[in-house]
Every structure is written in C-alpha cells, then in structure tokens.
C-alpha cells in the first residue's frame, strides 16, 4: 500500500517512516549491506590515515591520501553515472564491489605484513576512489527499484 501525505496524522511526519523495512525484505537487506559497507569503509579511511602518520609522522602525507582520494572522484565522477546509465547496474555494482573487497583485503595485507610503502597506500587509496566512482551511481538506483511505492512514483 501506498502511503501519501494524507495517511500523516499530528506530529507523526517529523518520524522515520520504517514502513519501507517492514514491507520489503530485500529492502532490508540492501540497507544492512550499505550500512556494513559504509561502516567498513569509514574504518578503512580512518585505518589508512592513522597507518601514513605512523609511517611518515607528516600531516602533509595524511593530506595527501585525502587529495589521492578525491582526485579520482573528480575526474570519475561524471564518467561514473554515464557508465551506470550504459551498464547492467547490478553486474556493474557487484564487479565494483568485488574490485574493492580485493583492495581492502591488499590494505590489510601490506599492513600485517609490515610493507612500508607509501605510493602503494596512496596507490590503494586512488584506486577505491576511482571504484567508488563507478559504484555509487548505480548502487543508489537499488532503494526505489525495490519499494513498491517509493515517493518518486506518487
């Protein structure tokens, strides 16, 4: 069932409408993979910077994985949506986030393996950015191809 402005009663609208979570399993599970994904990631950054100034004791070197991190984005950004548009969204998504498990796994490895080799960080770094790129686009296409009503659609 479709729920319109008119199924709002008092002060209830300034609540988060959970109804979504209710009624679509495969909803659900999209919103835990994107938080558990967004938790891991945010780790990943966190791991990564703490990991460069205990290489290099540099703020201009932690600095620099934020520019590694957002010059992919720059030049990927528009390209990524494109791609999304052109490319079975799903295949795309799935490869993307293969592509990324494989770099978070090389981060982990340099690290317990004792690698200290900064182009690599910063290489590593470069690299889930330029994914995330292509990722993103499509994988936001996932929440309203799943809800039956999503508010696009009434």
Known sequence: MCRTSSNVAGVSWLLA???????????????????????????????????????????????????ATALPLLVLGLLGGSVADAVDRRRLVLAS???????????????????RL????????A??????AVQAPASRTFAARLLACSPARS
């Open 97 to 115: 986030g293969s592509a990324l498990a494989v770099c978070s796994l090389t981060l982990a490895g340099q690290a317990l393996a004792g690698l």
């Open 17 to 67: 409408d959970l109804g979504p979570l209710r009624e679509s399993p495969s909803y659900r599970w999209l919103l835990l993979g994107q938080s558990l994904s967004l938790t891991g990631s945010s780790m990943t950054r966190v791991a990564v910077a703490v990991q460069v100034y205990a290489l290099t004791g540099s703020s201009l070197a932690v600095g620099l994985v934020g520019l």
């Open 118 to 125: 900064l182009w690599l960080l910063y290489l590593l770094v």
């Open 127 to 132: 690299v889930q950015s330029a994914l995330n």
